[in-house]
C-alpha cells in the first residue's frame, strides 16, 4: 500500500511539472508572436499552477506575466513581475530570467519614457511625472528622468513630489547639458545642428566647415528657480528668500526671478527694497508696462504722488488697455483733493479767505478735470467699467458740470 501511494504521488507531480511546461511553452509562443492579450489569459487562468511551480518554472511565469504587462502598459506590475522572477531564481540559484531581464532593461525604461512622453502631450502631467520616476527609480544614474519628473510634477501642480526632485537634482549638481554638434555648409554658409556621426562624417567632407561643439544651456538655474517659486508657493518665506539669492547668483538678470523676489519683500512688508527691485527689472526689461505700473502702486502707497502718477502714465504709453492703470492714475491723481477740502473747511470770511477759498475751488476742479481723460479713455475700453464711470458721475455733479453728470448716471443705471 505504501509503494502504491509513492508512485500515485510521482505521478502526481509529474503530471504537474509536464502540465506547468506545456502551459508556460504555449504562453512563451503567445508572447514571442506578440498575442499578449492571449498570452495573459492563459497566464492569468493557470496561474495557481504556476505560482506555485518549482523555482525555474516559476521564475518564467513571472517573466512572462512582467512581458505581457509591459506590453500592456502596466508598468508597475511589470516591475514587480520582473522583480519577483529575479527574487525566486535568487533564492534557487538560478539566473536564466533575471539576464534575461536585465538585457532588456533598457528597452523596458524606453517603453515607460515614451509612454509618459504621451502622456505629458495629454496634459496628463500627473500620471507622466509618477512615470517618469519609475524610470529614474530603475535607472538612477539618469538625472535626466527625475528632472522631467520634476517638470511634470510642477506641471500639475504636485509641489510636493517636485520639491524633494529638484532639491536632488540641485545637491547632485545637475545640469543636464550636453555636447552639441554644429557644421556650416560651404556652399550656403548655413551652420546647422547635426548628430555626432555625421559630424565625424562632415570632418572628412570639403562641403562643411566651420565644424564645431558646444554644450546645451545648463539646466541648472532653472532647478534653482523652480525651488525659489515652490517655497514661496508654499508659504515658506524664509526658505524661499535663500533660494531665491540662490537663484540670482545662477541668473542675475532674469527678470521673473527679480519679481519673485520682489513679491516676496512686499509680503514682508518692505516696500523699499520691493521699489528697488522693480528698477532693477526696468533696467533690464523697460519696455514691460507691468513693472511700471507696479512701481506707481508702491509710490502711490508711500505717499509720493507724482512719482506714482509718472509711472501710472509710462505704463500707459507701453500698454494703453490695461485697465488697472488707469483707475489708480486717476486715484492718485483724487487724493489731492483731501488736503484741498481740509485748507477750505479751515477758512474764515474775511475777503481774503474768501479769495483764498475762490482759489482752492478752482484748484480743486483743475485736479477733477485732470483726471477726467484717464476716466473717460478707461470707459472707452470698458464701457462697463461701474468704478469709472461713477467716479465720473460723482466729479461732475461736484463741479456743476449738469449734462456729463446726467450722462454717465444714466449709463450707470443701465448697466
Known amino acids: 500500500m505504501k509503494t502504491y501511494y509513492s508512485l500515485l504521488l510521482a505521478f502526481v507531480v509529474a503530471f504537474s511539472v509536464s502540465a506547468q511546461k506545456k502551459q508556460l511553452k504555449t504562453a512563451q509562443k503567445l508572447v514571442d508572436a506578440a498575442s499578449f492579450d492571449a498570452a495573459l489569459t492563459l497566464l492569468d487562468d493557470n496561474s495557481d499552477l504556476l505560482r506555485s511551480a518549482e523555482p525555474k518554472y516559476a521564475a518564467h511565469y513571472h517573466y512572462l506575466l512582467g512581458a505581457v504587462q509591459q506590453a500592456g502598459k502596466e508598468f508597475y506590475k511589470a516591475v514587480e513581475a520582473f522583480d519577483t522572477s529575479k527574487s525566486i531564481e535568487a533564492k534557487g540559484g538560478l539566473n536564466k530570467y533575471t539576464q534575461l ?36 527609480e530603475l535607472d538612477d544614474e539618469n538625472l535626466d528622468y527625475l528632472y522631467f519628473s520634476a517638470s511634470s510634477a510642477v506641471n500639475s501642480g504636485d509641489y510636493e513630489n517636485a520639491l524633494p526632485y529638484y532639491l536632488t537634482l540641485k545637491e547632485k549638481n545637475y545640469t543636464g547639458s550636453v555636447t552639441k554638434f554644429y557644421a556650416t555648409e560651404v556652399s550656403t554658409g548655413i551652420e546647422s545642428e547635426v548628430d555626432q556621426n555625421t559630424y565625424n562624417i562632415y570632418k572628412k567632407s570639403k562641403d562643411f566647415t566651420n565644424l564645431r561643439t ?10 534653482v528657480k523652480n525651488i525659489a517659486l515652490i517655497h514661496v508657493s508654499n508659504g515658506d ?35 523699499a527694497r520691493f521699489g528697488a527691485l522693480m528698477q532693477e527689472a526696468i533696467a533690464q526689461d523697460p519696455t514691460n508696462a507691468m513693472l511700471y505700473y ?19 502714465k509710462k505704463a500707459i504709453e507701453l500698454d494703453p488697455n490695461y485697465e488697472a492703470t488707469y483707475l489708480n492714475l486717476s486715484a492718485v491723481i483724487l487724493e489731492g483733493e483731501a488736503d484741498i477740502v481740509e485748507e477750505m473747511n479751515s477758512l ?68
Open 101 to 136: 531581464i536585465n538585457v532588456s532593461k533598457a528597452s523596458f525604461i524606453n517603453d515607460i519614457i515614451n509612454y509618459a512622453v504621451d502622456l505629458n502631450s495629454k496634459g496628463n502631467y500627473n500620471e507622466a511625472s509618477k512615470l517618469l520616476y519609475l524610470a529614474y
Open 214 to 223: 558646444g554644450l546645451s544651456e545648463s539646466r541648472l538655474p532653472e532647478i
Open 237 to 271: 518665506n524664509e526658505a524661499a528668500m535663500k533660494s531665491i539669492k540662490d537663484a540670482r547668483k545662477f541668473s542675475p538678470k532674469d527678470v521673473g526671478l527679480i519679481l519673485t523676489e520682489a513679491d516676496l519683500y512686499i509680503k514682508l512688508g518692505d516696500e
Open 294 to 312: 507696479n512701481l506707481g502702486v508702491v509710490n502711490g502707497n508711500e505717499g509720493k504722488r507724482d512719482k506714482a502718477k509718472d509711472y501710472y
Open 348 to 415: 474764515g470770511t474775511s475777503a481774503s479767505d474768501n479769495r483764498k477759498y475762490d482759489e482752492l475751488k478752482s484748484k480743486r476742479e483743475a485736479l477733477f478735470l485732470e483726471a477726467v481723460p484717464y476716466l473717460e479713455q478707461l470707459v472707452k475700453i470698458n464701457p462697463k467699467n461701474a468704478d469709472a464711470i461713477t467716479t465720473l458721475k460723482n466729479i461732475f455733479g461736484t463741479i456743476g458740470d449738469t449734462a456729463n453728470f446726467k450722462k454717465y448716471r444714466d449709463i450707470l443705471e443701465a448697466l
